[in-house]
């Protein structure tokens, strides 16, 4: 198949489960999959390459490893880290791209490295067109929703390139040493009872938004993390709302 090297996803449903460490040696620079899940009752997933999950990720029990540094690993569909499961790569880099809405449950241990939000045409449609110099047409209106509260405290940034982040209702709690950053297309949103505590700063580029509106009794509130004090840096064109 001209476009992988040794597996074509299509719509498969990929599992691993058992409980020996399992690896994931791949030939190709992005190893891609459609569904995957991991059920283990013991021991670790660990890729040796970056991964592209097409469809939903959903992390049961087990946990998650790596055989590199430095690994790019991008969802296209809902991601689940359930309460059984640990996420202990914390050197990878996350992106959530795509055209699809996705929701995100992160109820289990976790760490990223960094954590990008580009909602664009997808990565395999890039793939499959390499000039990087070709500019593809984007939908940049989709929208990654929290099912749970988020938490970054990796040594990267989070980036809000492309799409709406909405809190949903829940808290994304900012400790990264990195700065929060939400660009020209990029939004953080939340309705009542929304939280966003600030470790540091948030610099929102032109056109960069973030708006939490509340309601009486089930406020939305941008704090600091514990104590202290936290900034925004707007820039000309950025909008900072709150209700």
Not at 36 to 52: A, I, R, W
Not at 77 to 82: A, R, V
Not at 92 to 104: C, K, R
């Amino acid at each position: 198949y001209d476009n992988y090297i040794g597996f074509n996803p299509g719509t498969s449903t990929v599992t691993f489960n058992g409980s020996p460490d399992q690896y994931i040696l791949a030939s190709a620079d992005v190893e891609e999959f459609h569904h995957l899940t991991v059920d283990k009752t013991g021991g670790s997933l660990m890729p040796d390459s970056d991964l592209l999950i097409g469809g939903d990720c959903t992390l049961t029990t087990g946990s998650w490893w790596r055989l590199a540094t430095g690994l790019l690993h991008t969802f296209q569909g809902d991601l689940l880290i359930d309460d059984n499961f640990d996420w202990e790569d914390e050197d990878a880099d996350i992106v959530f791209s795509g055209t699809v809405e996705q929701n995100l449950t992160l109820s289990g241990g976790y760490v990223f490295d960094s954590i990008v939000i580009d909602k664009s045409s997808s990565v395999m449609e890039q793939l499959s067109q390499p000039g990087a110099e070709q500019e593809l047409e984007r939908d940049r209106s989709e929208t990654i929703t929290l099912q749970s509260n988020l938490w970054h405290g990796g040594a990267g940034a989070m980036t809000v390139n492309y799409g709406e982040l909405n809190l949903n209702g829940h808290t994304l709690y900012y400790v990264s040493e990195s700065d929060l950053r939400i660009e020209a297309d990029g939004s953080i949103t939340g309705g009542p009872e929304s939280m966003l505590k600030m470790g540091d700063g948030t610099i929102l580029r032109n056109q960069g938004l973030v708006e939490l509106l509340g309601d009486i009794g089930h406020e939305a509130l941008v704090s600091h993390y514990l104590n202290g004090s936290y900034s925004f840096v707007v820039s000309s064109g950025g909008t900072l709302s709150a209700e």
